[in-house]
């Protein structure tokens, strides 16, 4: 197992348009989470996942965002009609259901919109 | 609600000095906390992590932290700074809900001078 993989790890895009992110998390991990991290900040959660069910969304989730993790395995995070205040990088974590369970990160995905 | 502190976004050190990085938290239940270290263009690495049970918790890296309940601190320490430990980390609580997810310090910058 390689841990938690995201891709792409950088995007770029014009403001208007949709992007779509992707994360694979540790396969025995029923658990998945997306965080958005600006410069300078510490990550801010958006949405969890336990298997397949979107179990929490944080009002910084937008009505543009939307994530599907559709067989409990990887995860797909969308924005749409992207805005220059998207730019930020996006993690993905995954854990086990277990309260002191660890949360494995993966690298990131860093959007800029132009 | 919880939330953490992190107090000074830089720290500086000589390499061989103590490290020292303060994060101070809100909870009203027993916490769960955590300190990651990130790399530029990286994800988050978790470096140690208090649930239960001792107090001093001993990490990767020859980092450690001690709880501290009376003063709702968790301060994470190394006693000789390596020029590689040069990064941005994160104090982190686990939130309180069954989502278990993590709510971030704004972060410290350490800073190794040769």
């Known amino acids: 197992d390689t841990g938690v993989s995201q891709d792409p790890r950088h995007k770029i895009t014009k403001r208007g348009q949709n992007v779509t992110f992707r994360c694979d998390p540790i396969s025995e991990h029923n658990r998945l989470y997306w965080y958005r991290q600006t410069l300078g900040q510490g990550p801010e959660f958006l949405t969890y996942f336990q298997n397949e069910a979107q179990l929490e969304k944080s009002r910084l989730l937008s009505d543009r965002f939307s994530a599907e993790r559709p067989k409990g395995s990887f995860s797909t995070l969308e924005i749409q009609r992207t805005e220059q205040g998207d730019s930020a990088m996006y993690l993905c974590?995954?854990?086990?259901?277990?309260?002191?369970?660890?949360?494995?990160f993966g690298s990131g995905t860093r959007l800029t919109v132009v | 609600a919880q939330s953490v502190t992190q107090l000074g976004s830089h720290v500086s050190v000589s390499e061989g000095a103590l490290v020292l990085l303060r994060c101070n938290y809100s909870s009203s239940v027993p916490p769960y906390l955590f300190w990651y270290v990130q790399y530029p263009n990286q994800g988050l690495q978790l470096l140690l992590k208090y649930t239960t049970g001792a107090t001093l918790v001993k990490g990767i890296n020859g980092f450690e932290a001690e709880f501290k309940k009376s003063e709702t601190s968790f301060h994470l320490t190394k006693p000789s700074a390596h020029m590689s430990d040069a990064a941005e980390y994160f104090c982190?609580?686990?939130?309180?809900?069954?989502?278990?997810?993590?709510?971030f310090g704004s972060g410290t910058r350490l800073l190794v001078r040769p």
């Open positions: 982190a609580v686990r939130g309180m809900d069954s989502s278990y997810k993590l709510i």
């Open positions: 974590a995954s854990s086990l259901d277990l309260q002191g369970a660890s949360r494995t």
